[in-house]
């Protein structure tokens, strides 16, 4: 229901910009879930747009061709989207991939469109390492092996009739993008050939050969122009309205605007076709439906089959929205797609041409029981035990079904789809529902003792399946709970903080640890918990028992550990375990739940990731971090030692500022954080009377230098991105004033600390500034020209504004020790004046 309420409220939010004439009465008559499932009757079209990342898709084109034609769409995006920001929370990496996956699956549901991944699991080698503007390089590390065989394999199953990705092989492109398009283009011929990857052929894949290749376009260069902009009355939306509301699903990266109805026209280029034909539309030369079908197939008696069926297909669209008028006649034109499925399967035709024919029956084989069942207005409801499990549990499922509708439908089965070695038992017949009948059939579910943990991107381990037979024809469907049913470890083990920073200069006589455990099992349960120490640490205590009564309760326990006096460079691990039932536990379960998408689970290791290096800092230092949100910066120095005060916005706005040696302003501040806006003129007095503002970066579209946020000295952020950026985090870093505190105080930067750093070396680039600021390094990608605009400072009136966009937050939370003791000089800076 939650995630209902929020595509409701995306879409009412866009709806509101619409004329008010009869848009109440057209919303009012539709039946949006049963023209879902009617319109793509019409055609036999498949169309595939790729790209590289979530949010990659075509939103406003594949909503014109999905809803407004009944084409069936997928989007085929490469990686999960791992490496970029996330704007709803601080979960990186593996766990945004996570989000930014869930997200896409939300969005198809509005704009009707699958979406499908090359990657395959978390840490999958096609990974999104950052931003890239090489296709050479993100093919390198992604693996061309790896890549390009899904990519046909892909293709080879999905036997897309149209292919277009989402961008150009450009330079101005996101090499990722620019990789997509290189590989989709040149899958155009290798689809097709029975020598490229024929292992797969032997595992039952057909060559599949697309029939026209499209990039997008101009319309100066454009083969092809197709207006999108048009409102539909059943949606009371138009496509680009539609595709919006798909965007605003994508909520870690801040997508989604609100557009009025207006025209608008997608612009596509033709670079390669299978076809011949004289005309520019995007569909000519591909059979666009049936009786298109029925005129190139030699066969008569299939051939005149083909024609009666469009025509059953085209009568079904013309009774919506009568659901009992439909539901019998999808149930026929069900049962001649079969025979023909049939008379296909045993004619003599050319094999590709059969291949291709017996694909389009079989997808509308399933379009018809999809609408078979929505038009029986079968109503199910799937209620669960519990959401989690645990390895050996019972559990009940209890599926209700309820006839919604004016007729009766015969000859109802439930059951459930679980993995091969799951039990489950129960009587499935449901038999006949009048009108306003319900029935509840009840499984008995018994984990495995061996069950799987739950995998991210795995299948649903719980389904249910529900069939009917109507003139004989039997309809199934396949329906998803509501929520992740998911298997996870009896205990979840997380260890606060996950990193630690040993000082060798002054190693901490204490460093407190706390470890929260949390019970998963359906029931009570007793645990030890205790840290593996690497040799010559201790604990107090050494252990601690933790006793449990219920399901989803949280136990901390907090240890102080003790380093040897002297520690030696270098990184070391520390285990959090939790030992019950002589079993011992060491995962983290990293609960991920938003509204708008389905509960996740990440899990991985619960070690605490050890670093020790000499870091210098000032003993009287005390900071106030601005917390965007959007980093960890304040915890991890916290944890190094420093004395970092979060400031709050309430803080911000009445609190006495100047209490602070340095306020360091968390990334993307000025968006995450509305009340540094309000408090510009707080923070410009703070530094005009001495104080250290340290702002890190924000975007040239966050609000920033335009009345909205307003820097002691005019500092323009450039635009695009991809021009202002340097992504190889190896590429060497010039220091232009050696001698300068920032680099020798209270630690003598040299060439090493620029060693390890990970994903990128700086985002964002300032392109103009004023002269009051001084300049402090250069860096550039390999054969471009350098940026020097990394890290600015200027004074102003008694203080100092250092504005920098490296990414110190990605080298923090990573644990490099370059990182740290640079960052602890720019927060430090003035402090020895």
Not at 165 to 190: C, I, T, W, Y
Not at 543 to 565: C, G, I, Q
Not at 581 to 606: A, C, G, R, W
Not at 803 to 814: E, G, K, M, P, S
Request: with cysteine.
């Amino acid at each position: 229901m939650r995630k209902l309420f929020c595509l409701l409220m995306s879409i009412l939010l866009l709806a509101s910009l619409l004329p008010p004439i009869s848009l109440a009465q057209e919303q009012s008559e539709a039946d949006v879930e049963l023209w879902n499932v009617v319109k793509p009757l019409d055609t036999t079209i498949t169309f595939l747009n790729t790209g590289a990342h979530p949010d990659d898709e075509r939103s406003d084109l594949l909503a014109y061709l999905s809803r407004g034609l009944g084409v069936k769409t997928a989007s085929l995006i490469a990686n999960r989207g791992e490496g970029g920001q996330n704007a709803i929370g601080n979960e990186l990496g593996n766990a945004l991939g996570i989000i930014r996956s869930n997200e896409m699956i939300e969005a198809a549901k509005i704009n009707g469109v699958k979406a499908y991944h090359l990657s395959e699991t978390t840490s999958d080698a096609i990974y999104d390492f950052g931003f890239s503007k090489s296709p050479d390089e993100t093919l390198e590390k992604w693996g061309e092996e790896v890549t390009y065989e899904r990519l046909i394999k892909f293709i080879r199953t999905y036997q897309p009739d149209i292919v277009m990705p989402s961008f150009e092989n450009v330079d101005s492109q996101h090499g990722h993008h620019r990789l997509m398009a290189v590989l989709s283009e040149k899958a155009f011929k290798d689809a097709a050939d029975p020598n490229v990857y024929p292992e797969q052929l032997e595992n039952g894949l057909e060559p599949w050969q697309i029939k026209k290749f499209y990039l997008p376009a101009n319309a100066g260069t454009a083969t092809t122009s197709i207006e999108i902009g048009d409102l539909d009355p059943i949606y009371g939306m138009s496509y680009p309205q539609l595709g919006e509301a798909s965007r605003y699903l994508h909520k870690s990266q801040g997508m989604g605007n609100d557009i009025p109805v207006a025209p608008r026209q997608s612009h596509l280029k033709l670079i390669e076709s299978a076809v011949q034909t004289d005309s520019d539309d995007l569909f000519a030369g591909v059979p666009y439906d049936f009786n298109a079908w029925a005129d190139i197939i030699p066969a008569s008696n299939i051939s005149e089959q083909l024609d009666t069926l469009q025509d059953q297909l085209e009568g079904i669209i013309k009774l919506y929205p009568n659901r009992e008028s439909i539901l019998p006649e999808s149930q026929k034109a069900l049962g001649a797609v079969q025979k023909l499925i049939a008379s296909t399967n045993s004619a003599k035709l050319d094999a590709s041409v059969k291949n291709d024919l017996l694909h389009k029956l079989e997808l509308k084989a399933e379009q018809l029981q999809q609408v078979s069942f929505v038009s029986s207005s079968l109503a199910v409801d799937i209620e669960i035990g519990s959401y989690v499990l645990t390895q050996g549990e019972k559990t009940q499922v209890a599926v209700k079904v309820t006839n919604e509708g004016k007729e009766k439908i015969q000859h109802i089965e439930a059951a459930l789809l679980t993995p091969e070695n799951w039990k489950h038992e129960g009587v499935n017949q449901v038999k006949h529902l009048k009108p306003g009948e319900s029935k509840t059939v009840t499984f008995n579910v018994t984990v495995p003792s061996d069950a799987e943990y739950y995998q991210p991107y795995g299948e649903a381990v719980i389904k249910t399946q529900l069939t009917f037979k109507e003139n004989g024809v039997k309809t199934t469907s396949v329906i998803d709970l509501d929520n992740t049913v998911s298997v996870l470890p009896e205990l979840g083990v997380t260890p606060d903080p996950v990193n630690i920073t040993v000082n060798t200069a002054d190693v901490q006589d204490e460093i407190p640890v706390t470890v929260k455990v949390k019970n998963y099992e359906n029931g009570s349960k007793n645990a030890t918990i205790s840290l593996n120490l690497p040799e010559d640490w201790a604990s107090q205590p050494t252990a601690a028992e933790v006793n449990f009564s219920e399901r989803y309760e949280e136990k901390e326990v907090s240890f102080t550990l003790v380093p040897p006096a002297e520690v030696a460079d270098g990184n070391f691990t520390i285990a959090a375990i939790a030992e019950a039932d002589s079993k011992t536990f060491d995962t983290t379960v990293q609960e991920i739940k938003y509204d708008h998408i389905n509960d996740s689970y990440l899990m991985y290791p619960s070690n605490i990731n050890g670093v020790a290096f000499e870091l210098l800092k000032p003993d009287n230092l005390k900071v106030g971090y601005i917390d965007s949100g959007f980093d960890t910066i304040a915890d991890s120095l916290q944890n190094a030692g420093f004395d970092i005060t979060k400031i709050t916005p309430e803080d911000l706005a009445a609190s006495d500022l100047s209490q602070y040696d340095t306020i360091v302003a968390g990334i993307r501040s000025t968006l995450g954080r509305p009340d540094v806006l309000q408090n510009n003129a707080r923070l410009l007095e703070y530094v005009e009377n001495g104080g250290h503002l340290v702002m890190q970066y924000v975007t040239s579209g966050d609000p920033w230098n335009k009345g909205a946020f307003t820097p002691p000295y005019p500092l323009e952020i450039g635009s695009p991105s991809i021009r202002v950026r340097v992504t190889d985090e190896n590429a060497t870093v010039t220091v232009t004033q050696p001698e300068h505190e920032l680099f020798n105080q209270p630690n003598k930067i040299n060439d090493t600390d620029w060693d390890g750093w990970v994903q990128e070396r700086a985002l964002y680039f300032p392109t103009a500034w004023d002269a009051n600021y001084q300049t402090f390094v250069s860096m550039a990608d390999p054969g471009e020209a350098p940026f020097n605009s990394g890290i600015l400072m200027a004074e102003y009136g008694e203080g100092t504004f250092l504005y920098t966009n490296l990414v110190f937050y990605r080298q923090i939370n990573a644990q490099v020790p370059g990182g740290y003791r640079i960052f602890t000089n720019l927060i430090s800076y003035g402090l020895n004046n």
